[in-house]
């Protein structure tokens, strides 16, 4: 049972990192996959969340504002790394159940992450930390990647990736 449960969380995991960027989409597998390996037995990392569309953070944002619920989000469409495919939301299962602490199993995942270039949400600056919460920015700034959303030529054809290029590797 636990198996076939961990089974599907990876099937569902794989089916939101594939819908990375993908400059950033076999590194996040890599990390995934050696998460999986590094975590003990009956504790399994699990993405919830990689690509988010404008309108799903418009929807987002007016929760706790102009809709009811609670203020989950302070970024408006756009202002999200996750609008650009560029960032992804886990949490861990332990046996079988979700659990946000942030604990030595929580950092075996950041740091299999960290390994392949990605940003932890629980390293920013400032009072704001988002501890499920893993990017790789690519170097660049959520304004410049909002201008660069404005021209349909800047799209990979047919999909929702932006064409970028890995501004950090020279
Ligand atoms: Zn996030």
Not at 128 to 147: C, I, M, S, T, V
């Amino acid at each position: 049972m636990m198996q076939f449960q961990h089974r599907k969380m990876e099937m569902d995991s794989l089916t939101r990192l594939n819908q990375l960027h993908p400059l950033i989409r076999q590194p996040a597998i890599d990390a995934y996959n050696e998460a999986v390996k590094n975590t003990p037995i009956g504790v399994h990392p699990y993405i919830t969340e990689t690509y988010r569309s404008f309108a799903e953070s418009d929807k987002l944002y007016a929760q706790g504002r102009t809709e009811p619920g609670e203020i989950v989000t302070n970024s408006k469409a756009g202002q999200s790394y996750h609008n650009y495919a560029l960032a992804l939301d886990f949490v861990l299962l332990v046996d079988g159940k979700e659990s946000w602490n942030v604990d030595d199993n929580w950092m075996i995942v950041v740091k299999c992450f960290k390994d392949k270039g990605f940003t932890w949400g629980g390293d920013f600056a400032g009072s704001f930390k988002d501890y499920p919460h893993l990017e790789n920015k690519l170097g660049y700034n959520w304004r410049q990647l909002l201008a660069l959303y404005q021209v349909p030529s800047n799209f990979i054809a047919g999909t929702q990736f932006l064409k970028l290029n890995d501004q950090n590797t020279p």
